[in-house]
């Protein structure tokens, strides 16, 4: 199974971009990059998915390179309510996701 | 409301008791997933179940036993034979293949 790799932290000024990177050099071509958050505690909450192609949702922005190594989480306008830990996955055959460690931001005021 | 639920939400046993723990889901979603986090960690894999009575081992299944009698239930039994089971246990559901849906999780904690 494809692995992640992203910076295990990272600090987000309120009402500004957060871009959250992240590695996957393994990925294979049908395996689609999810990203989920989780607020302490709580069960991970689904942000967004994509394949090839970049994605937009309600909620955030994906950007996947043209070789699909890497891809980058925007939340455009980040608020004290997306702090959380934040993870890059891999659904791979069989509708199984594979997390990696995850980057903790913290947004501040 | 839709959702899945764990219960309970802390747990407490001593060592070498099994302990099963509950998951249910009112989406209808034919697939179902338990995993284990231990802190400041990812998710792993423990089980998962494709459709009912059926269901694979995960990345870490040793030590735990599941069952998947219903639809919307996949409970997961913590046996004697799991070296470090004091964790956070969450379960998730799909339909499809589609995002997965977790529920608030469960905290064991073994004496």
């Known amino acids: 199974d494809a692995k992640t790799t992203q910076p295990p932290s990272m600090d987000c000024a309120e009402g500004r971009a957060a871009n959250l990177p992240c590695n996957h050099s393994?990925?294979?071509?049908?395996?689609?990059v999810y990203w989920y958050r989780q607020i302490h505690s709580q069960g991970p909450q689904y942000i967004i998915h994509?394949?090839?192609n970049n994605e937009t949702n309600e909620m955030a922005s994906l950007i996947i390179t043209e070789d699909r190594k890497s891809s980058t989480l925007i939340l455009p306008h980040a608020t004290l309510r997306d702090t959380a830990v934040y993870y890059c996955?891999?659904?791979?055959?069989?509708?199984?996701?594979?997390f990696g460690g995850g980057t903790r931001v913290l947004v501040k005021p | 409301d839709g959702g899945i639920t764990q219960s309970p939400k802390y747990l407490f046993r001593k060592e070498g008791q099994n302990v099963t723990l509950s998951c249910e889901q009112n989406l209808n979603h034919d697939a179902m997933y338990w995993y284990r986090q231990d802190p400041g960690q990812g998710l792993r894999l423990i089980y998962y179940s494709q459709i009912v009575n059926d269901f694979q081992k995960g990345d870490i299944a040793e030590g735990y036993s599941v069952s998947r009698e219903k639809k919307e239930s996949f409970p997961l039994t913590v046996t004697s034979a799991q070296k470090n089971p004091t964790a956070f246990y969450l379960c998730a559901s799909n339909a499809d293949y589609n995002e997965q849906f977790f529920g608030p999780g469960t905290r064991l904690t073994v004496l």
């Open positions: 393994t990925i294979s071509g049908n395996e689609y």
């Open positions: 994509g394949l090839k």
């Open positions: 996955t891999i659904k791979a055959a069989g509708n199984k996701l594979t």
